[in-house]
């Protein structure tokens, strides 16, 4: 008799989701085919080296934090933890444009945030009491907005709730999801300045989140087929029988698994009937190549901007990167428009002068993440589907967390979970 062969896993999708997944699998030893449709990993986590700027830039700046429990266990994985950046200590610098003011937002150690007593770190000109409106937030029902929760106006929403909900969400506080800021909330600020340290790839997110993790999976004898796009999954019976490739068909055999880890537009057309989140709004990054670093090398700046075009800039060697999310704005403003609009936001937050707008590369992301309302949330699937051996994650599959980085891999995590138990109920059977 043949020897029977080990069943396998099919991960479809070789971003942040579909990596973690396959890095978890193949810790466990099991053999892995990773399909990618474009030539190289990441998805819209991804760095590329700009020719005009002639250097590696990011397809946007992608601000992580200390608590992210699971990004940490995903670069432990791929001995990786070593490459991010970041501040000692949890401060959040920010400029205000019209004023000029500065300050900082530093939450202070422990999970009492006795801090809030001393007005250096908070928001100026807000009262301890403002800040009871995170109780709102961490209460509120599933339908509720971010503003039902914190109102929109007064110098606590302008200077945090705003600008953090749109960072976070990518959506404007009067559509937002208070419920997918709760968990952030949580695991970040509600647990002190150890949990809320910001931090980014330390060179590119490529070297820092992708590369090492093809690198750790080829090592283990993963298959990984770029350029490879999955367009359709032959069923029968409630199982998958075959993936349907551009030019092929991958047949699986009995106790195969697939993790299909593609955005949801993707996914909508490779599994008929599933119902995913609509995409929300675009994020437009701006990177400027400056004629002179303005931070040590290995080093970074983020500062945080409240009034202007611009809403987070970031500096790195001679690279200085404007993000700016819930960008629906901007969508057809041309390149130039925006580079100018920018440019005296980063002069500002970096204080470089009148130093003249260097070059720079505009770089709209249009379907960045889902919309990250409460209409949009209900409509996430589980990882788990009908079909016995399909699991679904991306970062708009219920994970409970924003499209985010953390909540790309947690599913990545999740889906290769149950995988394994997957499998051994196959083999029980
Ligand atoms: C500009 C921008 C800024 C962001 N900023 C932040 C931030 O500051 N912090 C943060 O935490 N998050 C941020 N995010 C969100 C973060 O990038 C995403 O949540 C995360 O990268 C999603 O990973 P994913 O694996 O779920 O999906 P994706 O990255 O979309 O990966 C899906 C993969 O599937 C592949 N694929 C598609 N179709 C097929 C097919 N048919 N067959 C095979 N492969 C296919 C794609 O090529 C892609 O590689 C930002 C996103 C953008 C775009």
């Given at each position: 008799m043949a020897p029977r062969l080990s069943p396998k896993v099919h991960v479809i999708g070789a971003g942040l989701a579909g990596l973690a997944a396959a890095v978890r699998l193949s810790g466990a030893g099991l053999p892995i085919t990773l399909y990618e449709a474009?030539?190289?990993?990441?998805?819209?986590?991804r760095s590329y080296h700009d020719p005009q700027l002639d250097a590696v830039i990011d397809n946007g700046n992608h601000l992580m934090l200390s608590g992210n429990h699971a990004i940490m266990a995903y670069l432990k994985a791929i001995g990786a933890s070593d490459r991010l950046a970041g501040p000692s200590d949890a401060a959040f610098p920010f400029v205000d444009v019209a004023t000029g003011a500065r300050w900082s937002l530093r939450p202070g150690a422990g999970v009492i945030p006795w801090w809030l007593l001393d007005p250096a770190r908070?928001?100026?000109?807000?009262?301890?009491?403002?800040?009871?409106s995170v109780a709102r937030v961490m209460s509120a029902g599933g339908s509720a907005t971010m503003t039902a929760c914190v109102g929109s106006s007064g110098e606590l929403y302008r200077n945090f709730w705003e600008p953090l909900t749109v960072a976070v969400l990518n959506t404007a506080p009067g559509q937002a999801s208070a419920g997918l800021m709760r968990p952030v909330l949580r695991e970040t600020f509600l647990k002190g300045a150890e949990a809320c340290r910001p931090l980014v790839a330390r060179d590119s997110l490529a070297a820092t989140l992708v590369d090492p993790a093809v690198e750790t999976l080829t090592r283990a004898g993963t298959t990984i087929r770029f350029?490879?796009?999955?367009r359709a999954l032959t069923v029968a019976n409630q199982t998958i029988t075959a993936l349907e490739a551009d030019e092929e068909s991958v047949p699986l055999a009995a106790g195969d698994v697939v993790i299909l880890a593609v955005p949801p537009w993707v996914a909508e057309t490779i599994v008929p009937g599933l119902s995913a989140p609509p995409p929300g709004e675009p994020i437009v990054n701006v990177h400027y190549r400056l004629p002179r670093a303005v931070v040590a090398p290995g080093d970074v700046r983020i500062i945080g901007v409240v009034g202007g075009a611009a809403q987070w800039v970031f500096a790195r060697g001679e690279i200085a990167s404007v993000t700016i999310s819930a960008a629906r704005d901007l969508a057809d403003t041309p390149a130039e428009e925006i580079i100018a609009r920018c440019w005296p936001d980063v002069a500002l937050a970096l204080e470089l002068g009148d130093m003249p707008v260097p070059a720079a590369r505009v770089v709209k992301e249009?379907?960045?993440?889902?919309?990250?309302t409460p209409e949009a949330a209900r409509l996430r699937p589980r990882c788990r589907t009908a079909v016995t051996n399909l699991l679904l994650a991306g970062d708009?599959?219920?994970?409970?967390?924003?499209?985010?980085i953390e909540g790309a891999v947690r599913s990545g995590f999740t889906a290769a979970d149950e995988t394994l138990r997957t499998m051994s109920a196959h083999k029980a059977a």
């Open positions: 474009s030539p190289r990993a990441g998805g819209r986590c908070r928001v100026p000109n807000t009262s301890v009491w403002q800040y009871l350029g490879t796009r999955i249009r379907r960045a993440t889902f919309a990250q708009w599959t219920d994970t409970g967390l924003p499209a985010t």
